[in-house]
């Protein structure tokens, strides 16, 4: 039944307020094989056998950028169901995390060049594109979107 086949996606979203200005927290991918070299959201990653999407948002923020995050204070954004005519299913879910305790640092430093903090209205021109248009998803409101490739 491989044609039944789908793979869920977390997408935490850190943003803070500094001298008036809302900004994100971005990670520039290294090594991964997918879309190397340009930023993404920090702390992103695949929901794990037998765990929820909040969950893994915990793991994720945990094992890739050293913060701990409760599961309260995850919250539900945006869903992308995207189909690929090779017949892949992707459904990317991306949550705003309110709050976490500790400093986000690179903890993987094979999959991340580089972490920082970009106002929204001057995000990096070379961040993932499906990226950059589910972040103008989320602050729109838009709770869904789909695309097939």
């Avoid at 935490?12 to 307020?17: A, E, K, Q, R």
């Avoid at 972490?115 to 602050?139: G, H, K, T, Y």
Wanted: charged content about 30%.
């Amino acid at each position: 039944m491989d044609h039944f086949r789908s793979y869920s996606a977390v997408f935490p979203i850190l943003l803070c307020t500094r001298d008036g200005r809302r900004q994100i927290l971005l990670h520039r991918r290294e090594n991964t094989g997918f879309m190397d070299g340009k930023w993404d959201f920090a702390g992103s990653g695949h929901v794990d056998e037998g765990e929820t999407a909040k969950m893994a948002v915990a793991r994720e923020c945990k094992e890739e950028l050293g913060i701990e995050v409760a599961l309260q204070d995850v919250q539900f954004r945006h869903l992308s169901h995207r189909a690929s005519a090779g017949g892949r299913t992707y459904y990317d879910i991306y949550f705003e995390v309110l709050r976490y305790d500790g400093a986000p640092e690179i903890r993987e430093p094979q999959k991340s060049s580089a972490l920082c903090w970009f106002d929204l209205d001057s995000l990096p021109p070379d961040m993932i594109p499906v990226r950059r248009e589910a972040l103008f998803q989320v602050l729109s409101g838009c709770p869904y979107s789909e695309s097939l490739e």
